[in-house]
T-cell receptor, first 114, second 114 residues
């Protein structure tokens, strides 16, 4: 079946560091990918829609200069958390698919900013 | 405005019992309704999905019941097992310009006691 790979699974870094998270669709082409943030025991909060070859679409309240998204190919989208601070610590999950097809999720990235 | 409301927030069931989770939606343009299962530290995975042209779909121990007029759908887990203990999310999505963008319920934490 379709698989989405997300890397790294865990990041611990100092405040002020920029962190890049990769999301790859392994056996299908994804013109659209989604980035979510999930707080403990909470639902998935859509941050942005990553569009291959064009700018990402951000949800209201999400800082586009803080969370940089690049979707340079049909199999790779990246999320860069710039100048990360402790309040950016969270579980970030990417997905591909949707509409009349299920979304295929990566296994998430646990980001901890010290 | 929350477009998909999920209940209960948490559920405890004895092994062998039936687990029932309910969702209600508001937007009649939704036409794809998946359920996802998420284990701690992992991304959600598709469990079962339904389209509004049928009222029920069964896959093994998992059944979705769909009531289009009431704008409600539910997940039934028969013969619940401890391995079913996880967080379950209902979701809804549609064709068109927002294709792929899913709206998620807040999640239900299911605990199946041995």
């Amino acid at each position: 079946g379709a698989v989405v790979s997300q890397h790294p699974s865990r990041v611990i870094c100092k405040s002020g560091t920029s962190v890049k998270i990769e999301c790859r669709s392994l056996d299908f082409q994804a013109t659209t990918m989604f980035w979510y943030r999930q707080f403990p025991k909470k639902s998935l909060m859509l941050m942005a829609t990553s569009n291959e070859g064009s700018k990402a679409t951000y949800e209201q309240g999400v800082e586009k200069d803080k969370f940089l998204i690049n979707h340079a190919s049909l199999t790779l989208s990246t999320l860069t958390v710039t100048s990360a601070h402790p309040e950016d610590s969270s579980f970030y999950i990417c997905s591909a698919g949707g509409g009349h097809q299920p979304q295929h999720f990566g296994d998430g990235t646990r980001l901890s900013i010290l | 405005q929350q477009q998909v409301k999920q209940s209960p927030q948490s559920l405890i069931v004895q092994k062998g019992g039936i687990s029932i989770i309910n969702c209600a939606y508001e937007n009649t343009a939704f036409d794809y309704f998946p359920w996802y299962q998420q284990f701690p530290g992992k991304g959600p995975a598709l469990l079962i999905a339904i389209r509004p042209d049928v009222s029920e779909k069964k896959e093994g121990r998992f059944t979705i019941s769909f009531n289009k007029s009431a704008k409600q759908f539910s997940l039934h887990i028969m013969d619940s097992q401890p391995g079913d203990s996880a967080t379950y999310f209902c979701a809804a999505s549609m064709r068109g310009t927002n294709a792929g963008k899913s709206t998620f319920g807040d999640g239900t934490t299911l605990t199946v006691k041995p």
